[in-house]
C-alpha cells in the first residue's frame, strides 16, 4: 500500500514537473514571438491593408496602437515568466510577484484603455470581448496581488516565529 502511495505521489510530480516544463516554453515562445510580430507591425498592417482597405486608411493610427497593445502584451507575458520562476523556484510567495502582479494589472487597464481608443478608430465585436477579458484580468490581478501580499506577510511572520 505504501509502495503504491509513493508510486501515485512520484507520477502525480512526474506529470506536474512536465506541466511547468511545458508551461515555461510555451511562455518563452510567446514572449519572443510577440517581440517579433510588434517588431513586425509596421509590415503587417501593411500587408493587412491590401485585403480590408481600412487598414491602409487608418495605417499611422493602427501602427500606434498595435504597437502600444504589443509592446503591452510582451511586458505582461515578461511579468508572467518572472511570476513563473518563483514558481519554479518552489518560492512564490514572495514580494517581488506581488509586484508583478500589481503591474500586470495595470498594464491590462492600459490594454483597455487602448482597445477602446481603438474602437474609435475601428470598432469590431472582438475587441468589446478583449475589454471584457483585460478588465478582469487587470481586477483579477490586483485582488491576488493583495492576497500574495499576505500570503508573503503570513510567510515571514511565520519564518521569523521559526
Known amino acids: 500500500m505504501a509502495e503504491q502511495n ?11 514537473r512536465r506541466l511547468t516544463v511545458c508551461t515555461k516554453y510555451f511562455l ?8 517579433v510580430v510588434t517588431l513586425s507591425l ?4 501593411h500587408w493587412i491593408g491590401r485585403y480590408l482597405p481600412r487598414f491602409e486608411e487608418y495605417y499611422g ?6 504597437s502600444i497593445l504589443g509592446a503591452c502584451a ?3 507575458i515578461h ?4 511570476i513563473f520562476r518563483t514558481v519554479l523556484a518552489k518560492n512564490c510567495f514572495v514580494q517581488e510577484n ?5 503591474r500586470m494589472g495595470n498594464i491590462s487597464f492600459l490594454i483597455v484603455a487602448m482597445s477602446l481608443i481603438r474602437c474609435i478608430v475601428y470598432l469590431t465585436i472582438a475587441m468589446a470581448v478583449v475589454i471584457l477579458v483585460f478588465m478582469i484580468a487587470g481586477l483579477f490581478s490586483k485582488v491576488l496581488a493583495y492576497v500574495f501580499e499576505e500570503a508573503v ?10
Open 6 to 16: 509513493r508510486n501515485q505521489a512520484a507520477a502525480l510530480e512526474d506529470r506536474k
Open 28 to 35: 518563452d515562445f510567446m514572449f519572443y514571438a510577440g517581440i
Open 74 to 76: 510582451v511586458l505582461l
Open 42 to 45: 509596421s509590415f503587417s498592417i
Open 98 to 102: 506581488v509586484g508583478s502582479l500589481r
Open 61 to 66: 493610427e493602427l501602427l500606434v496602437i498595435y
Open 153 to 162: 506577510r503570513y510567510k515571514e511572520e511565520n519564518d521569523m516565529t521559526i
Open 79 to 82: 511579468e508572467l515568466r518572472k
